[in-house]
């Protein structure tokens, strides 16, 4: 038998999608925000990696203390060819980087923003008919 969205059971199951999509989006803007607070470096592309359908580039970059620091970053964005120059977002914690990636690497939270947001909006018309009224039909 099928759940009716006027159910308790069917309210409540519309009610946690919707608080579970806000918590993702929150979570979603706040690690995009995070990033974005996070010092930058111009880098070079040493190689582009591909495994599967993902694509990843080592680059070289430099750090405050003039060292030199490799990593190998999800690229999201456009596809990068070795020499290229790219820009590096990096966290440093103590003198050590913990994280980093591409500074154009934003693609991927727009889409998560986009689906999460389109879920949202699913949540609310499914909370709209599932605490609207009952009609009494005559």
Not at 56 to 76: C, F, M, W
């Amino acid at each position: 038998m099928a759940m009716s969205v006027k159910s308790r059971r069917g309210r409540l199951v519309s009610g946690l999608v919707l608080v579970g999509a806000v918590i993702g989006l929150v979570v979603v803007l706040q690690s995009a925000a995070q990033q974005r607070s996070w010092a930058s470096s111009e880098g070079t592309v040493q190689e582009r990696l591909k495994s599967g359908k993902s694509a990843s580039v080592r680059v070289e970059y430099a750090l405050p203390d003039g060292s030199r620091q490799v990593a190998t970053l999800s690229e999201n964005g456009p596809a990068r060819q070795a020499g290229e120059r790219v820009t590096v977002r990096y966290d440093l914690v103590d003198g050590r980087v913990v994280d980093a990636a591409l500074a154009d690497n934003d693609e991927a939270f727009w889409v998560m923003g986009v689906m999460l947001g389109v879920v949202i909006l699913g949540g609310i018309g499914m909370n709209l008919i599932a605490w609207a009224p009952r009609r009494d039909d005559d």
